[in-house]
């Protein structure tokens, strides 16, 4: 999910380059949405994890 996000973040920036502002405005709301949606989809995993007694791998 952090991969669509740095995806629509480049397509943003390349977009905002070329002075594209609606796409690059449009890109940039859905960065921010899929990255914030990936963060809460980690802290809710971190949380079960701990909830049921595993050690977190890494």
Known sequence: MLG????FLVVA???A???FG???GTAVE???LIFFVAVVLF???AVVGLMRGR???L
């Open 22 to 24: 609606g796409i690059a």
């Open 4 to 7: 669509w996000a740095i995806t």
């Open 30 to 32: 859905a960065a921010k």
């Open 13 to 15: 920036l390349v977009a």
């Open 43 to 45: 802290a809710i995993s």
């Open 17 to 19: 380059l070329f002075g």
């Open 55 to 57: 050690s977190p791998t």
